[in-house]
């Protein structure tokens, strides 16, 4: 028989603020992260907006040694991963520390450390590139930081599958939690890829919105005027725990992880498959693992871009997974406020679905305005809604056609 698995810790590092508390009354509030990149010049970019982390302080977090030697990203996640340990009030020193694990999602890395260690070496030569270089840069170290920091020594890796990674990381830890392989979990994702290279890949692919005059407008989910996403970073981390391990420690529950359905597309290495074929059918894998009929869902955070393509392909694909119920269902884009924190996305929304089952309040999707007959869906426009929320999903497909999504319910003691 398998683990039941609850959350009871959050954590987050995010454009729309630092620590749970700040980042739902912002969301509830429906604001905005998105702002014009102050970090380098995008003077020669068609886009020149992003979601980028303000007052981060790491050295209330961290000494000026150890953060040095870290990439921005993994400064991220070992800050969220201290935050939402802190919310579980897990003392972990008092774990067998082979029955901690640590499974976190990131797209890219370290790539500001490439970026800054490469032109190093073009202006001033190979014997000035940093000795930290490499362990700065591999996409892997954030685990084996957030291990380092907190003396984890159970199952410790990185998910690497784009857009969808920190939902993998949190069904992995998920599947490992309810098999009884390790009795606590830190996971989600962490991303930090607002840098000139990357803004110019984007760029060129002609991925992001050029709405640069009202940065806060630009990310527009589901709305028919929706022209690209718009780049985020930062980290999101829950503190995973089976349901008789929370019990034991008399912890508070959030949610609990009910289901686990992921897929591919096998179709294009960026475009999301035309038929939603592949998307809905993780919907109805982790609402089969989950037990829930689909019209017992009320709630899907939705990948919801603010794409073109992803927005029309994720409607149909939530309409082929409900059927008529689809017009019933509650549906929400963080990344209209957040924007697209790539492989730290699954995450921070994860973290939203649970306070939204535990709150019973739905986050809004921000700047809908105009209406797509492509999107006829109820997307919670500009608002927060009050609403009771038994049973919720959240989705994420990533480049490659990679697909995940997440089944998650309100803690009942019993589940009968």
């Not at 930062?234 to 959030?254: D, F, M, N, P």
């Not at 992803?310 to 269902?329: P, R, V, W």
Request: hydrophobic fraction near 40%; charged fraction near 20%.
């Amino acid at each position: 028989m398998f683990n039941r698995v609850v959350i009871t810790g959050l954590g987050l590092v995010t454009p729309i603020g630092i620590g749970k508390d700040a980042f739902w009354k912002s969301m509830l509030e429906g604001k905005s992260g998105i702002n014009k990149i102050s970090s380098f010049d995008t003077q020669e970019y068609p886009t020149r907006i992003a979601a980028e982390v303000k007052n981060f302080t790491v050295s209330s977090f961290l000494n000026v040694k150890e953060a040095n030697r870290m990439d921005r990203s993994t400064q991220f996640s070992v800050v969220a991963s201290l935050l939402a340990l802190e919310d579980s009030k897990l003392d972990i020193s008092k774990e067998d520390p082979f029955l901690v694990g640590i499974i976190i999602g990131s797209g890219i890395g370290g790539i500001e450390t490439f970026e800054k260690q490469y032109k190093i070496l073009l202006e001033k030569g190979p014997r000035k590139v940093s000795p930290f270089f490499v362990p700065m840069m591999i996409s892997n170290i954030s685990a084996g930081e957030i291990a380092i920091k907190i003396r984890a020594k159970g199952p410790n890796e990185i998910i690497n599958t784009a857009c969808a990674a920190s939902t993998h990381a949190i069904g992995t830890a998920f599947k490992l939690l309810q098999q009884g392989k390790i009795q606590v979990v830190i996971t989600g994702g962490t991303e930090a890829a607002i840098t000139p290279m990357a803004l110019a890949g984007f760029c060129r692919m002609g991925a992001l919105s050029t709405q640069n005059e009202y940065p806060e407008k630009a990310s527009r989910p589901f709305d028919a005027k929706r022209d690209g996403f718009v780049m985020g970073e930062g980290a999101g981390i829950l503190v995973l725990e089976t349901l008789k391990h929370a019990q034991e420690r008399k912890a508070s529950i959030y949610a609990e992880i009910l289901g686990f359905g992921m897929t591919a597309d096998a179709y294009h290495i960026t475009a999301p498959a035309p038929d939603g074929e592949s998307a809905s059918q993780a919907m109805k894998i982790a609402l089969e693992e989950a037990k829930i009929e689909p019209v017992q869902v009320d709630y899907i955070n939705a990948h919801g871009t603010s794409t073109p393509l992803n927005d029309k392909l994720e409607t149909l694909s939530i309409k082929k997974t409900f059927g008529k119920h689809a017009y019933n269902l509650k549906i929400s884009s963080n990344k209209s406020m957040t924007g697209h924190l790539l492989g730290a996305s699954g995450a921070i929304e994860a973290i939203a679905t649970a306070l939204t089952i535990m709150e019973d309040v739905i986050p809004p999707t921000i700047n809908y305005e105009y209406p797509d007959p492509d999107c006829d869906l109820d997307y919670v426009p500009n608002k927060a809604e009050s609403k009771v929320v038994k049973y919720a999903l959240s989705n994420s497909f990533g480049f490659g056609g990679h697909n995940g999504v997440l089944a998650m319910g309100k803690y009942r003691e019993n589940m009968l």
